[in-house]
């Protein structure tokens, strides 16, 4: 049912564990507990603290991306991962590329603190980020734009900032659900 957050949970009882299993062992070695003690106590405390540092995170993550997904109505189909950081959509746009463009830099505008925005290749991309706050360390968000015969392929790609952030409350798929929306509402596709 979520597979995504199964994966997430599992990185989290490790993250948090393995660091508390090996001070419980050495902890455990300076009292001159027999090694085979040692070690069985060592697991049991590491998994114990994993899965208690885990669990609320993990829940956190679930919380954080279903209000997500209810709020803003997303289509759920659009996305492998709902539960991971890394999210992708493309949207065609029926417009000139320089159209494309510049709709695309007013929706990054909706995205609260949004800043270091470059444009590069003519055009055809478009780089951001968001600032640090207390949930994440930051965003990072690519549009690349490319020409179909008549229509624009946008191509959106939003991710953490930090390689190991691992728990991002649903900000990266809102970052994409929150451009993906404003090109939608002010494009002038044919239905």
């Not at 679930?62 to 189909?77: F, Y």
């Not at 930051?138 to 020409?147: D, H």
């Not at 930090?162 to 509402?185: K, P």
Request: glycine residues 6%; positive net charge.
């Amino acid at each position: 049912m979520f597979p995504g957050l199964l994966n997430i949970y599992f990185k989290l009882v490790l993250m948090f564990g393995l660091p508390m299993g090996i001070l419980a062992l050495v902890g455990f070695f300076i009292r001159n507990t027999p090694w085979y003690l040692s070690l069985a106590l060592a697991t049991s405390v590491g998994l114990l603290a994993g899965f208690a540092f885990a669990t609320p995170m993990a829940f956190m993550q679930l919380l954080s991306v279903r209000r997500i997904i209810r709020k803003q109505n997303i289509d759920k189909g659009r996305f492998s991962n709902l539960y991971g950081v890394t999210h992708k959509a493309v949207i065609d746009f029926w417009g000139t590329l320089s159209q494309a463009h510049d709709l695309c830099l007013k929706a990054l505008d909706n995205i609260k603190k949004v800043k270091a925005v470059n444009n590069e290749d003519e055009n055809r991309k478009i780089y951001a980020t968001t600032s640090i706050n207390y949930l994440t360390s930051g965003e990072r968000i690519s549009i690349s734009l490319s020409v179909n015969k008549d229509e624009t392929c946008i191509e959106v790609h939003s991710e953490p900032i930090s390689r190991w952030t691992i728990v991002d409350y649903g900000r990266n798929l809102r970052n994409i659900e929150i451009i993906l929306l404003y090109i939608t509402q002010h494009s002038t596709n044919p239905q």
